[in-house]
T-cell receptor, first 116, second 114 residues
Framework: AQKITQTQPGMFVQEKEAVTLDCTYD???????LFWYKQPSSGEMIFLIY??????QNATEGRYSLNFQKARKSANLVISASQLGDSAMYFC?????????????FGDGTTLTVKP | DTAVSQTPKYLVTQMGNDKSIKCEQN?????MYWYKQDSKKFLKIMFS???????INETVPNRFSPKSPDKAHLNLHINSLELGDSAVYFC?????????????FGPGTRLTVT
């Protein structure tokens, strides 16, 4: 069965500094997708970044990058130049299979607080 | 225009009642989902529909019944509501096209059962 582990319930970072949010996963399916979502205090879920299991390069989207280490089964999110608006809960998720109908499993989340 | 919309945004009801939450997406996506987020923020998938067909049905009580009248809608009906059903319910959708299949979430429906 697939599993996502986020070991950091809460993280603090100083504004303008970089921060890494950890995520490890476990699956027996060779095809899978890894996602990060942001949930601010307002409650909506916002897609941030995606990494496919066969992608050779780490994904990047603006200030977000995904440090994908396949052998270690980790998919850490790196946020560069943190902003106050980055304070939110961050979820790592994995979808098994190579279609969008595959089951998605979410981690327990990490609450990030950016300090001014 | 809202991509994924849910109604109502808030729902307060008593134990034993039956209620429905509606979801609509205008993105042309072929797959829709229902998630439950509990008070500890744990997010768990309940159902997924692909082209109106049930694909994923997690261990969810039979009191929960999804209905997809067409590809743009996935409604959630809950019978005999219990206190433990209190949570935020998110609808989401994604597309088979493209390479990432990221899910677009609705704003959530906060259900409170008293």
């Amino acid at each position: 069965a697939q599993k996502i582990t986020q070991t950091q319930p809460g993280m603090f970072v100083q504004e303008k500094e970089a921060v890494t949010l950890d995520c490890t996963y476990d699956t027996s399916d060779p095809s899978y997708g890894l996602f990060w979502y942001k949930q601010p205090s307002s409650g909506e879920m916002i897609f941030l970044i995606y990494q496919g299991s066969y992608d050779q390069q780490n994904a990047t989207e603006g200030r977000y990058s995904l440090n994908f280490q396949k052998a270690r089964k980790s998919a850490n999110l790196v946020i560069s130049a943190s902003q106050l608006g980055d304070s939110a809960m961050y979820f790592c998720a994995m979808r098994e299979g190579y279609t969008n109908a595959g089951k998605s499993t979410f981690g327990d989340g990490t609450t990030l607080t950016v300090k001014p | 225009d809202t991509a994924v919309s849910q109604t109502p945004k808030y729902l307060v009801t008593q134990m034993g009642n039956d209620k429905s939450i509606k979801c609509e997406q205008n993105l042309g996506h072929d797959t829709m989902y229902w998630y439950k987020q509990d008070s500890k923020k744990f997010l768990k998938i309940m159902f997924s529909y692909n082209n109106k067909e049930l694909i994923i049905n997690e261990t969810v009580p039979n009191r929960f019944s999804p209905k997809s009248p067409d590809k743009a809608h996935l409604n959630l009906h809950i019978n005999s509501l219990e206190l433990g059903d209190s949570a935020v319910y998110f609808c989401a959708s994604s597309s088979q096209g493209g390479s990432s299949y990221e899910q677009y979430f609705g704003p959530g429906t906060r259900l409170t059962v008293t």
